[in-house]
């Protein structure tokens, strides 16, 4: 140990004392800033502990925290920002609601949430007859191709979903019965084979063309005013195109015979009341988009 106030002679800073052979240790102090830094982490530590959570500690055998005194959970922060976005989200189905549906159609983004509520809907609600990709089965429409029944404008379809398909309990449902041939006595046995097979040579099918140029009459008669003269339906009145090859309840012979003696009448329920105005538009919009839309 030597002379406390030492100074090195080639800096001019003063040294500590310690000298190790001669080699002596000068007293640079550390910077102010540096220091002053130092005290406020210290003291900014103490404040975080009591304000935020900040230690663990074992109660009753199970990990817990203390919480702070401003009570801050990182839980809360995520509960309310999915809040927000639902309430976004409902924001956006109150314009799907009330705005014209091809406005909703040309804007990317409200038709985003559209498509998406819209699918989500089918599967709940409509899946059970239509199929979980919309494809239909024997009765229920296939509602991907452009056959339409009632037509495929959104209109016709917003129409056809509000109000049903010959469903009693709404006024304004799609009606429309096709008689029960058969059944109700208006043509005989003879006479029904004779029109089916006229409406096998509307899809080029028939076997029998005596046969067919009979029911040819018949069919002029009784069926005309729905199906039109050339068998091409019409959608006013939601009597299927019987020249194609799309078939409602089954393209074969026996089928068709079963259709025109005993009639369908298949029956699809009304959604409006039921489904949100949001929802059935979000629907339409969603079947409208599926491939056959008009
Ligand atoms: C209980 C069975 C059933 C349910 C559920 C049902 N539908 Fe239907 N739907 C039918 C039947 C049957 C028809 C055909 C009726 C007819 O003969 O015209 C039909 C017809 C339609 C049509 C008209 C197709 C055309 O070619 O014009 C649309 C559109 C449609 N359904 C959409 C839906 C949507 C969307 C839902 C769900 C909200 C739904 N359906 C739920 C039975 C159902
Ligand atoms: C009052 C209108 C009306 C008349 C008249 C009528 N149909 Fe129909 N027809 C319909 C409707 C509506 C359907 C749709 C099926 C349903 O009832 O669900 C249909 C369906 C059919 C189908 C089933 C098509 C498919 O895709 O499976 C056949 C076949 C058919 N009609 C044949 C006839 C024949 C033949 C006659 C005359 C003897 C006739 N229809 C008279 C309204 C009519």
Not at 30 to 45: A, E, M, N
Request: charged letters at 20%; one cysteine or more; aromatic letters at 8%.
């Amino acid at each position: 140990m030597s002379d406390h106030k030492h100074k090195d002679e080639v800096t001019g800073v003063e040294t500590t004392g310690h000298d190790w052979d001669g080699i002596r240790e000068l007293n640079n102090p550390l910077p102010k800033w540096w220091l002053y830094t130092f005290y406020i982490c210290i003291v900014w530590s103490f404040a975080y502990w009591v304000v935020m959570p900040a230690w663990p500690y074992l109660s009753g055998g199970a990990w817990t925290y203390t919480t702070g005194v401003i009570g801050y959970e990182q839980r809360n922060v995520v509960t309310n920002e999915l809040a927000a976005i639902a309430e976004g989200r409902s924001e956006t189905m109150l314009k799907i609601a009330s705005m014209p549906l091809e406005e909703v159609a040309s804007d990317p983004a409200l038709m985003e949430v559209a498509l998406g509520a819209g699918k989500a809907a089918f599967g709940d609600n409509c899946a059970p007859c239509h199929g979980s990709g919309a494809q239909g089965g024997k009765g229920f429409p296939n509602l991907n191709d452009d056959d339409w029944l009632w037509g495929g404008t959104l209109e016709d379809i917003r129409v056809t979903l509000t109000h049903g398909i010959r469903w009693d309990a709404d006024g304004d449902t799609r009606q429309n019965i096709m008689m029960a041939y058969g059944r109700d006595g208006i043509l005989t046995r003879a006479e029904i084979s004779d029109v089916v097979e006229h409406v096998l040579s509307l899809s080029g099918r028939s076997e029998d063309t005596d046969a067919a140029a009979r029911g040819a009459s018949i069919f002029a008669d009784q069926c005309v005013a729905c199906h039109g003269a050339e068998g091409k339906g019409n959608r006013e009145l939601g009597a299927p195109d019987l020249s194609d090859h799309i078939w409602l309840y089954g393209e074969d012979r026996a089928s068709i015979v079963q259709t025109v003696s005993n009639g369908r009448s298949g029956v699809m329920p009304a959604w409006g009341g039921r489904l949100g105005e949001g929802t059935i538009n979000a629907l339409t919009l969603y079947v409208h988009s599926l491939g056959g839309g008009e």
